[in-house]
T-cell receptor
Framework: GAVVSQHPSRVICKSGTSVKIECRSL??????MFWYRQFPKQSLMLMAT?????????EQGVEKDKFLINHASLTLSTLTVTSAHPEDSSFYIC??????????FGPGTRLTVT | DAKTTQPPSMDCAEGRAANLPCNHS???????VYWYRQIHSQGPQYIIH???NNETNEMASLIITEDRKSSTLILPHATLRDTAVYYC????????????FGDGTTLTVKP
């Protein structure tokens, strides 16, 4: 199947700093990518939909000024967690649509804010 | 997207078939049934999807009832590496479609 990568896989940052997470589709172009967040022992929660060349669409309750999303090319979407706080510590997962039917997920990024 | 209902957990003996049920009684005519699984601390892995016909691939089989209100994912010969959380999702197959995850079923394959 198609491959989606994320970088970094793990990151530890201090409270108040910003962290950027990259999501890349390695062998296909993705007009649409999605960002999810997963807290321990919980399911994935969709944060936002990222469309190449346009503004992201955020789910209700997700602060767009705190979670900045940029989808500058058909193979790259970035999520920047601004002014991170310990409650932002989570597992962040991106996914990309490969055509109309299949959605492939990245391996996830473990963010720890100290 | 339609909601799905899955049992929270199931056990299966290694080498036996694992049958994971999913109810999606409010599914719409243009919504597909997708199955993903998530092994601990990894991103979800696509398994299979279908509309109304039964489907089979190298990983699993998907059986969809005639009224499409429920489905079953079958892992024919479960191994210890199949231990994971399995998610059943229904969504439209459009480029703007998105997957809404429920709580899934935690499958534990035991030796």
């Amino acid at each position: 199947g198609a491959v989606v990568s994320q970088h970094p896989s793990r990151v530890i940052c201090k409270s108040g700093t910003s962290v950027k997470i990259e999501c890349r589709s390695l062998d296909f172009q993705a007009t649409t990518m999605f960002w999810y967040r997963q807290f321990p022992k919980q399911s994935l929660m969709l944060m936002a939909t990222s469309n190449e060349g346009s503004k992201a669409t955020y789910e209700q309750g997700v602060e767009k000024d705190k979670f900045l999303i940029n989808h500058a090319s058909l193979t790259l979407s970035t999520l920047t967690v601004t002014s991170a706080h310990p409650e932002d510590s989570s597992f962040y997962i991106c996914s990309a649509l490969a055509g109309a039917y299949e959605q492939y997920f990245g391996p996830g990024t473990r963010l720890t804010v100290t | 997207d339609a909601k799905t209902t899955q049992p929270p957990s199931m056990d299966c003996a290694e080498g036996r078939a694992a049958n994971l049920p999913c109810n999606h009684s409010t599914i719409s005519g243009n919504e597909y049934v997708y199955w993903y699984r998530q092994i601990h601390s990894q991103g979800p892995q696509y398994i299979i999807h279908g509309l109304k016909n039964n489907e089979t691939n190298e990983m699993a089989s998907l059986i969809i009832t005639e009224d499409r209100k429920s489905s079953t994912l079958i892992l024919p010969h479960a191994t210890l590496r199949d231990t994971a959380v399995y998610y059943c999702i229904v969504r439209v197959a459009l480029t703007a479609g998105k997957s809404t995850f429920g709580d899934g079923t935690t499958l534990t394959v035991k030796p």
